[in-house]
């Protein structure tokens, strides 16, 4: 456990990760965030060093995880020019979290040989609740070499390794997300609609979720969101307007593997719309606002369980 382990974006993905692994005796040495306040409040509960910038991150950590929003995000912390984590890399190996188009994966991996650096993807399918007791679902891509050298880190936030499987080279790992994420959003979408329409037909909805935990509606989804969708508790542990963006990611996938697929299509449009009416900061269970009886504005949430 020598390794200097540093985080750029601790929000509250990246942040519970960094507490886990230094609860499991890690040398979390340095946190970096665009909100800077957030990094030095993070830094301070963990004996960590704020760094102000990406080079910084560098100076300070031998192994790095990025926990960011999205392909732009990814790009800039990566960039050929200016403030880069590329700056002094040789040797770091780049653990990239998030959920990325497959080609930034394969591009940034050939940037990073050239500097001498190595990535890998380690693609999330938990949340919150996960991140912090280190039972995250791990879809790992990239040089399986590099995969060796720390899978004793990445045991720690998978359930011992319970949860983490190898798919294969840059972008697999990605691709897998995707998918993931396009038939959970698919599935969120179809119950929320499943549920709206019993609504309105005067069912009673405690035995409606009861009945579909019986039978073929019986979904993960169901488990985690049915009851959300009922009682209009949308705090957010998976926005709907990362929905959204994942939705354009494996419908991009979709259209280039020319498969046609009408049912992502329509989820996709149903996140794409919560964003664009204000929505998209509410829980990916919130899609229920647009399709139940009565509903469509933002309510307050209640205490949220765990999911």
Same mark, same amino acid.
């Given at each position: 456990? /020598?390794?200097?382990?540093?985080?750029?974006?601790?929000?509250?993905?990246?942040?519970?990760?960094?507490?886990?692994?230094?609860?499991?005796?890690? /040398?979390?040495?340095?946190?970096?965030?665009?909100?800077?306040?957030?990094?030095?409040?993070?830094?301070?509960?963990?004996?960590?060093?704020p760094a102000e910038?990406?080079?910084?991150?560098?100076?300070?950590?031998?192994?790095? &995880?990025?926990?960011?929003?999205?392909?732009?995000?990814?790009?800039?912390?990566?960039?050929?020019?200016?403030?880069?984590? &590329?700056?002094?890399?040789?040797?770091?190996?780049?653990?990239?979290?998030?959920?990325?188009?497959?080609?930034?994966?394969?591009?940034?991996?050939?940037?990073?040989?050239?500097?001498?650096?190595?990535?890998?993807?380690?693609?999330? %399918?938990?949340?919150?609740?996960?991140?912090?007791?280190?039972?995250?679902?791990?879809?790992?891509?990239?040089?399986?070499?590099?995969?060796?050298?720390?899978?004793?880190?990445?045991?720690?936030?998978?359930?011992?390794?319970?949860?983490?499987?190898?798919?294969? %080279?840059?972008?697999?790992?990605?691709?897998?997300?995707?998918?993931?994420?396009?038939?959970?959003?698919?599935?969120?979408?179809?119950?929320?609609?499943?549920?709206?329409? %019993?609504?309105?037909?005067?069912?009673?909805l405690g035995t409606?979720?009861?009945?579909?935990?019986?039978?073929?509606?019986?979904?993960?989804?169901?488990?985690t969101d049915g009851?959300?969708?009922?009682?209009?508790?949308?705090?957010?542990?998976?926005?709907?307007?990362?929905?959204?963006?994942?939705?354009?990611?494996?419908?991009?996938?979709?259209?280039?593997?020319?498969?046609?697929?009408?049912?992502?299509?329509?989820?996709?449009?149903?996140?794409?719309?919560?964003?664009?009416?204000?929505?998209?900061?509410?829980?990916?269970?919130?899609?229920?606002?647009?399709?139940?009886?009565?509903?469509?504005?933002?309510?307050?949430?209640?205490?949220?369980?765990?999911?």
């Open positions: 456990m /020598n390794e200097r382990i540093g985080f750029v974006g601790v929000g509250r993905m990246g942040a519970n990760m960094a507490r886990r692994l230094k609860d499991c005796g890690f /040398n979390v040495a340095v946190v970096h965030d665009n909100r800077p306040e957030t990094a030095r409040e993070l830094a301070r509960e963990l004996g960590s060093h910038s990406l080079a910084d991150v560098v100076a300070h950590a031998d192994l790095i &995880f990025t926990v960011v929003t999205d392909d732009a995000a990814m790009k800039r912390i990566f960039a050929s020019k200016g403030d880069s984590l &590329f700056k002094g890399a040789k040797g770091r190996i780049f653990v990239n979290c998030a959920t990325l188009s497959p080609a930034v994966h394969t591009e940034l991996a050939k940037h990073a040989r050239k500097a001498g650096a190595f990535t890998l993807e380690a693609c999330m %399918a938990s949340s919150i609740t996960q991140a912090r007791n280190g039972t995250l679902y791990l879809m790992i891509g990239g040089d399986d070499v590099v995969y060796q050298r720390i899978k004793h880190v990445l045991v720690h936030l998978s359930d011992d390794g319970k949860l983490m499987r190898y798919v294969g %080279a840059a972008g697999r790992a990605a691709q897998m997300k995707a998918l993931v994420n396009m038939v959970m959003n698919i599935n969120t979408a179809g119950l929320a609609e499943g549920l709206a329409l %019993a609504d309105a037909l005067g069912l009673d409606v979720r009861e009945v579909f935990s019986q039978t073929g509606a019986a979904s993960r989804v169901l488990a009851e959300d969708m009922q009682k209009r508790d949308h705090s957010c542990y998976f926005s709907a307007g990362h929905a959204a963006k994942d939705s354009g990611i494996a419908l991009a996938l979709a259209r280039k593997a020319r498969i046609n697929a009408p049912v992502a299509t329509a989820a996709h449009a149903q996140f794409s719309r919560m964003v664009a009416v204000g929505l998209g900061e509410l829980d990916k269970s919130g899609v229920a606002e647009l399709t139940f009886k009565g509903r469509g504005r933002r309510k307050p949430a209640p205490a949220k369980r765990k999911k």
